[in-house]
């Protein structure tokens, strides 16, 4: 790594923190109350059964392939039932959603994943239809902001057996799902020292996933070539 990338980098982290703190001062949490209490009081009205409706929500946003961003419904489970539970039902709904989207993708196929997903996602990740190997799938899950919804219906064109796919898809989202939980808790306890080391470390890691993206994806493309 040369020295110009190394200042980039710590440049880069710099901004990061002094936007966090300038966030925080200008009251950052009126942005999740403005934009999420009506999905949160829509979630809450089910009362006894919210924790099922929030569970088809995050089966919802795999099928729709990210209509409702999975942070945002990742954050919520975090805020209405804490970071163990809130991590256990977001894997749930979405274990059960990417389930569905393979199947559906494997039975109706390419008309069907033309028709709910983006051409240019498609485009930009078909290749990964040939290169069908777990450690390709895990990897992908792994990388925050990925279109992970997109993804189960492009695996769910290839050969990967469904049980290695689920047990793969969901270990992947495992740390993504932790920390979105973690989030939401944090959200609503106010406690600012707790969003402030996760988002720094979710940054980090997007950074280092960027600098390095062209060569993760040229491993995962040779990888099963």
Not at 17 to 30: D, E, N, Q, R, T
Request: hydrophobic residues 55%; proline residues 4%.
């Amino acid at each position: 790594m040369n020295k110009r990338l190394i200042l980039k980098i710590f440049f880069l982290i710099l901004l990061l923190i002094i936007g966090i703190k300038l966030i925080f001062s200008y009251h950052y949490y009126a942005y999740f109350t403005y934009y999420n209490q009506k999905l949160i009081a829509f979630i809450e009205s089910f009362h006894p059964y919210d924790d099922i409706v929030f569970i088809v929500i995050q089966i919802f946003q795999v099928l729709v392939a990210g209509a409702l961003p999975a942070e945002i419904s990742g954050v919520i489970g975090g805020y209405l039932y804490g970071p163990v539970v809130g991590t256990i039902y977001s894997t749930i709904g979405l274990s059960i959603g990417s389930w569905l989207a393979f199947i559906l993708s494997r039975v109706f196929g390419m008309p069907l994943v033309r028709r709910l997903l983006n051409p240019i996602i498609l485009d930009k990740y078909d290749h990964f239809i040939e290169a069908r190997g777990p450690l390709v799938c895990f990897t992908l899950f792994l990388i925050p902001g990925f279109p992970k919804a997109a993804l189960c219906y492009i695996i769910g064109l290839s050969q990967m057996n469904i049980w290695i796919f689920i047990a793969v898809s969901t270990v992947g989202r495992l740390f993504g799902t932790i920390l979105l939980s973690l989030t939401g808790d944090s959200v609503r306890t106010m406690r600012i020292m707790v969003l402030f080391i996760i988002f720094s470390l979710v940054a980090i890691f997007y950074l280092l996933v960027y600098f390095y993206r062209h060569k993760l994806l040229e491993m995962t493309r040779k990888q099963y070539k």
